[in-house]
């Protein structure tokens, strides 16, 4: 299975994931990529939609290995092999993920603007991938952010993963949805004819155009309402 682009992805994974209309869920696209994706997802369901940052952070010392990965709403992943082999103070390797956290939390400022972080609490929330291959420290991150506000449920849903990766997140979720999971991935691209990098201006649209829906959907909601009485 191969995906024209991240839109027919996120409406194959949406196919996989209709039971979870009920349970009005939040869908949260992660980064630009999985946000292309989320937004099929979110649609399908009638769900809000909201993106979630979260960044891999790198020893500067090592030739750029990985040391874990830092995520909104404090999330938090360190790379035991990597911080081992990093051989640095404890302040330092704060001080990378204090630096990459900041990142991560100005990126998500450019895609909101002025709107508020929709928050997870008490819902099904929905972390949307556009994939996971080898090294997901951003996506345990990510989870663990969400986790941290106490979703009912927390779901991570991918068109294309690495099966070995999908069994070491499983116990940071509730469920897994997974349209190709691949032993041995070596990297997403591979699942799809066009992957493109997600330019900041279509992410923000994309979010954009998801608060329009849910205004409308609301408003719509609203005056129903008022014939009905």
């Known amino acids: 299975m191969r995906f024209r682009d991240r839109a027919e992805a996120g409406r194959r994974l949406a196919a996989m994931m209709v039971a979870y209309r009920p349970k009005v869920p939040r869908v949260f696209g992660l980064g630009r990529g999985g946000l292309q994706v989320a937004q099929e997802v979110a649609q399908a369901l009638g769900a809000p939609l909201e993106v979630w940052m979260a960044r891999g952070v790198e020893s500067p010392e090592q030739g750029g290995r990985p040391v874990g990965a830092v995520a909104e709403g404090e999330g938090l992943y360190l790379d035991i092999e990597g911080i081992r082999s990093a051989v640095a103070p404890a302040a330092e390797l704060a001080r990378w993920m204090d630096a990459e956290a900041g990142e991560a939390a100005l990126a998500a400022q450019h895609l909101r603007g002025n709107h508020p972080r929709l928050e997870a609490s008490g819902c099904t929330a929905v972390l949307v991938v556009d994939g996971l291959v080898a ?68 992410a923000r649209q994309v979010l954009e155009r998801a608060r329009r829906l849910a205004a409308l959907g609301t408003e719509l909601g609203t005056q129903g309402s008022g014939d009905w009485m």
């Open 135 to 202: 090294d997901a420290g951003p996506v345990f991150a990510a989870l663990r952010g969400l986790r941290r506000q106490s979703p009912a449920r927390l779901v991570l849903a991918a068109p294309v993963a690495s099966a070995e990766e999908l069994e070491r997140l499983r116990p940071e979720v509730d469920e897994v949805v997974c349209c190709r999971p691949i032993w041995s991935l070596v990297t997403v691209a591979h699942a799809y004819d066009d992957f493109r990098e997600v330019p900041e201006r279509e």
